[in-house]
């Protein structure tokens, strides 16, 4: 998926105890931070919108996770569906998890796939890559997430490579849960990451509670795709990403409705590497970002070429231009500490 905007929203925040009305968690479990989610349009004529929580200025990344869009359910012929035309990444690693519908995926290390519910596809940029994503004609309902991590200075510059796995559902007290990275709950994904991650599909049954021991190196972060959620205690709404910080060593996930809930764990230790993140690129600083915008549109060898996209607009683009960089020299994202702030909102 390709990154069509850059604002950034600003955050201010208050601390308060666990247990009061302001921070109605837990008294003895972990802080929990709302990040609200952006609209964002993702391109084409009728162009589907996405819902994106990651980055932003009050956190740009969560582990090495650096990108988290959210979308649907969505009827595709209402919405027009998901239909990216080939684009360019350096430095990152693309994660599609769908939880409805179907995608088509090419890119340049001659992979094609087609993307299905409940299996993990996993691509990784290296040192330039491009891809396309695209609906299928037979998706009814288009419903997801599309998520990047970054990758380390020392692998940052290695080759393409594509992993696809389908997790196993497993049976949890409260719930049931789909490991798609790392490991939880017993389950080992064997799909390789450049910095310890944890990816995972959670569903709690209704009135009920999923507890998991959390790797305390590891910070985490819960997106709730539906159902009434509390998180150690906190009211998450749909579409928003609940934080909590590393020291962690159990985590609560309370289904407080009458209907099944859907979330999505994600997590890693911290990344502390300096980036520079702009449009489709992650790199360390401006001039990397004016090499590789300057080499996508001259079409350089870095990022290949992209076989066997088919827009469903006829007079779609074949590849996407990069836009136009800022007048000032793009500075490096500074995430605070891995440590939850409670912020201003009382549920």
């Not at 409260?174 to 994904?189: A, I, K, T, Y």
Request: charged share 20%.
């Amino acid at each position: 998926m390709s990154n069509t905007e850059s604002a950034l929203e600003t955050f201010e925040s208050a601390q308060f105890a666990p247990g009061t009305a302001q921070n109605p968690q837990c008294e003895d479990g972990a802080n929990v931070e709302i990040i609200t989610a952006r609209d964002v349009p993702l391109g084409g004529p009728r162009a589907m919108t996405v819902h994106r929580t990651l980055p932003q200025r009050q956190r740009s990344l969560i582990g090495a996770w650096c990108f988290v869009d959210h979308y649907g359910p969505d009827d595709v012929s209402i919405t027009g569906g998901m239909d990216v035309a080939p684009h360019p990444h350096t430095g990152l690693q693309t994660v599609t998890w769908l939880f409805e519908g179907e995608i088509t995926h090419h890119d340049a290390g001659g992979n094609h796939a087609v993307v299905l519910p409940g299996e993990v596809n996993l691509m990784t940029a290296g040192a330039g890559i491009c891809h396309s994503e695209i609906s299928s004609s037979s998706t009814t309902i288009l419903h997801g997430v599309q998520l990047w991590t970054v990758l380390p200075k020392k692998d940052r510059n290695g080759p393409r490579r594509f992993d696809h796995f389908a997790p196993e559902e497993v049976t949890v007290p409260g719930g049931s849960v789909r490991v798609f990275l790392g490991d939880l709950f017993g389950q080992s994904s064997p799909v390789p990451t450049f910095t310890p991650l944890v990816g995972a599909e959670i569903h709690i049954n209704p009135g009920e509670t999923v507890t998991f021991k959390a790797n305390p190196e590891f910070e985490h972060g819960l997106l709730v795709d539906a159902g009434q959620v509390q998180l150690e205690g906190v009211n998450v709404r749909p579409a928003e990403l609940a934080y909590t910080g590393i020291n962690e060593t159990q985590l609560r996930i309370k289904n407080t409705g009458t209907t099944p809930a859907r979330t999505l764990l994600i997590g890693g230790e911290p990344f502390t590497e300096e980036i520079v993140m702009w449009w489709n690129f992650i790199g360390r600083n401006h001039a990397e970002i004016e090499t590789y915008r300057e080499e996508w549109e001259n079409h350089s060898d870095r990022f290949g070429v992209t076989h066997g996209y088919i827009s469903l607009d006829r007079d779609g683009l074949l590849r996407l231009p990069a836009p136009k960089l800022p007048n000032a020299a793009i500075k490096a994202r500074i995430n605070p500490e891995p440590t939850a702030r409670p912020g201003m909102r009382i549920d």
